[in-house]
């Protein structure tokens, strides 16, 4: 009984985050291509370049590569995920980023689904202003929720960058790393678990 309950404690208290390889190449470091071609797994736009030739404060935890795109076309740099979309969870899409080689810059975060015909149906778009930000950053990116109903149920959860939209010139060339897609519960469904959890501990 006692470790019943340490495990509804930590059930309650950290709930567990399902991002384990729901990106795949998301740290760009496996590519086909040569320096400054396509990004293994991602498209259908960007390239992808050595941290060594182009060293920018802050790159240290992120691996050997990076990539870069032409945010201020309708370039946009995406790809069709592992995980589908589920009743009551929240689907968070972020990267490290910086303005790469010029000053100003903005980088879009888009998460979308696949509208069965190829298409890219977008659920949310944030956009992060990131003038001059030459150290590399984390940030949050974009989130969605799901509701209990929703033409998304059970589709591919499609991320991106960059909108398909031609943008200001200040949009300039962003460069981004590390790339995450974590999937966590809505509270209420943690707190539905707890209930059922607490339940079959009554009954033992």
Known sequence: MRSLMISIVCLLAAPALVSAQLLTNGDIETNATGQFGGIGNWGPNGGWAAHSGF?????????????????????????????????????????WANTGGNPEGEIVYQIGYDDGAGAFVVLNTLPYNIDNQESWTSLAGVAYSTSAAGPEIGKTVWVRLGDGVAGDPGRGDVWFDNLSLVVTPEPTSLVLLGLAAVGLLRRR
């Open 55 to 95: 060293v920018k404060p802050n790159n240290g935890s992120l691996g050997l590569n990076f990539g870069f795109m032409s945010a201020q076309t309708t370039e946009t740099v995406g790809q069709k995920s592992s995980a589908l979309f589920e009743t009551g969870k929240t689907y968070t899409f972020s990267s």
